[in-house]
């Protein structure tokens, strides 16, 4: 089965090209399922080429840009907005290897919502998917309760990751696009 997309997902899609200081757009996201996504290859131990080299390596033949991609994603990232009652929240994801976990905070810090889930990172012709696995909720009011799998289109700008939610075809709802800042590593 192929990835397919609505005109109007299409046309969002090429403007995230454009898009690299988007401002949320939503709070909430649907999920959706890719069942033919192509898992990311993983990177060598041994294989670190300097950030030169990969900025050149995404145009060569034979490059991974998926692994690039997973190694840009390693760290924390951190995203606000407000929610329908209009108080601030505060969103982190923190990447290590294939695992992630999201936790949301309300404007006093206090832990609202938090869930770890697994994933694989795919590629669609030019799209590039996040395919969600294995999520469990490890605190909120559905604390233990464990999702079906996900998939969203991301792409990574410098310091910024965007995610498009609501453009596969199985998804429902209106489109929905998220910004992540990278935090500084702690030293």
Same mark, same amino acid.
């Given at each position: #089965?192929?990835? &397919?997309? *609505?005109?109007?997902?299409?046309?969002?899609?090429?403007?995230?090209?454009?898009?690299?200081?988007?401002?949320?757009?939503?709070?909430?996201?649907?999920? *959706?399922?890719?069942?033919?996504?192509?898992?990311?290859?993983?990177?060598?131990?041994?294989?670190?080429?300097d950030a030169a080299e990969k900025a050149n390596d995404k145009d060569k033949p034979g490059s991974n840009p998926l692994a690039d991609d997973?190694?840009? #994603?390693?760290?924390?990232?951190?995203?606000?907005f407000a929610n329908p009652a209009g108080v601030r929240m505060r969103v982190e994801k923190k990447v290590e290897g294939e695992a992630d976990?999201?936790?949301?905070?309300?404007? !006093?810090?206090?832990?609202?919502?938090?869930?770890? *889930?697994?994933?694989?990172?795919? !590629?669609? =012709?030019?799209?590039?998917?996040?395919?969600?696995?294995?999520?469990?909720?490890?605190? =909120?009011?559905? #604390?233990?309760?464990?999702?079906?799998?996900?998939?969203?289109?991301?792409?990574?700008?410098?310091?910024? #990751?965007?995610?498009?939610?609501?453009?596969?075809?199985?998804? &429902?709802?209106?489109?929905?696009?998220?910004?992540?800042?990278?935090?500084?590593?702690?030293?």
């Amino acid at each position: #089965m192929t990835l &397919r997309l *609505s005109i109007r997902a299409l046309l969002i899609v090429c403007s995230l090209a454009t898009l690299p200081d988007l401002l949320i757009l939503g709070a909430d996201a649907p999920r *959706s399922t890719v069942p033919d996504a192509k898992p990311a290859a993983k990177p060598n131990a041994g294989d670190k080429p300097d950030a030169a080299e990969k900025a050149n390596d995404k145009d060569k033949p034979g490059s991974n840009p998926l692994a690039d991609d997973l190694e840009a #994603m390693q760290g924390t990232w951190v995203r606000e907005f407000a929610n329908p009652a209009g108080v601030r929240m505060r969103v982190e994801k923190k990447v290590e290897g294939e695992a992630d976990v999201v936790t949301e905070y309300d404007a !006093q810090g206090n832990i609202v919502h938090a869930h770890t *889930s697994t994933f694989e990172l795919a !590629q669609h =012709g030019p799209l590039r998917t996040f395919v969600i696995r294995n999520t469990l909720v490890t605190a =909120g009011p559905n #604390m233990g309760a464990r999702r079906a799998g996900g998939a969203f289109l991301y792409r990574i700008e410098g310091n910024h #990751m965007i995610e498009a939610w609501g453009l596969l075809e199985a998804d &429902r709802g209106a489109p929905t696009m998220f910004v992540w800042q990278k935090q500084a590593a702690a030293k």
